[in-house]
């Protein structure tokens, strides 16, 4: 229903091994809402999504989306629930080409009509790749790749998609492109959230977020909240 958040997370604990690198994580995300985690190198964010995926190994506490509960789900079934996830580094299939890749994201929809149509609606948001679909993905550039890869987690049409550091490493002008086409998947009715090194650029897209400091949550709010935050502007804004 309306007022059930979509994706909900309380009392989260994950690590890896004997390391525990998430220490009581609340985080709630409702439907529509474009969510940003910002905070430094090694804070843990995207240990959150990998959990929400159930790629950490160790996790207790609640993880509940659309009302299932996902610690009772293998990672294969996440996708199938409506959750895409794009990892951080660009992950496309580089022998493969632009439109083999996107059409590999297909694969819990392989029976649906409409897969040219969905294939369709990511040429328009990134129509560099319409131009370059028969290209090897390998010989794409780094832009076009993450391109590609977000792309292929759109293929789909998850209700939730996570973003890990989809602008690392990646050219302003590549950059700004990239924002602008998650404004336009967020406009299209799909909810984000995103994960940032990047503050100044994940308040600008998103509407609201969370800080992550040593896995633990410091502080959340409206980004223009955050964006007015003394304490986030000293830290992560350089003013
Ligand atoms: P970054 O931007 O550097 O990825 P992050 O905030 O996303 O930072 P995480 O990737 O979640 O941070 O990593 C949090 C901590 O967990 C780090 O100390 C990292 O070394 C550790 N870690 C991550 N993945 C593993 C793994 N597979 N095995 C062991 N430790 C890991």
Redesign the pocket.
């Known amino acids: 229903s309306a007022s059930q958040p979509l994706l909900e997370i309380k009392g989260l604990n994950a690590?890896?091994?004997e390391?525990e690198?998430?220490h009581g994580i609340d985080l709630q995300m409702f439907e529509g809402e474009f969510v940003c985690i910002i905070?430094?190198?090694?804070?843990?964010?995207?240990?959150?999504?990998?959990a929400i995926s159930r790629l950490?190994p160790h996790v207790t506490g609640t993880l509940r989306f659309a009302g299932n509960d996902l610690s009772s789900r293998a990672s294969h079934d996440i996708p199938t629930l409506g959750i895409a996830h794009v990892p951080?580094g660009r992950h496309v299939f580089s022998d493969m080409m632009v439109e083999e890749n996107l059409m590999l994201g297909a694969f819990t929809a392989r029976h649906a009509k409409d897969l040219s149509s969905r294939m369709e609606g990511i040429f328009e948001l990134f129509p560099r790749l319409r131009e370059r679909r028969g290209q090897l993905a390998g010989t794409l550039s780094g832009g076009e790749q993450q391109m590609v890869a977000v792309g292929r987690a759109l293929m789909l049409q998850p209700k939730l998609l996570l973003l890990?550091?989809p602008s690392?490493g990646l050219a302003p002008k590549v950059v700004e492109e990239m924002h602008d086409a998650f404004t336009k998947i967020h406009s299209r009715g799909t909810s984000i959230l995103l994960?940032e090194?990047n503050v100044g650029l994940a308040l600008d897209v998103a509407t609201r977020g969370y800080v992550?400091e040593s896995?633990r949550i410091a502080l959340q709010g409206t980004s223009a909240e955050l964006n007015e935050n003394p304490a986030v502007r000293a830290a992560y804004l350089g003013i």
């Not at 905070?39 to 964010?45: E, F, L, M």
């Open positions: 690590g890896y091994g390391i690198v998430l905070g430094a190198n090694t804070a843990g964010k995207s240990t959150i999504l990998r950490v951080e890990d550091e690392h994960v090194q992550l896995g």
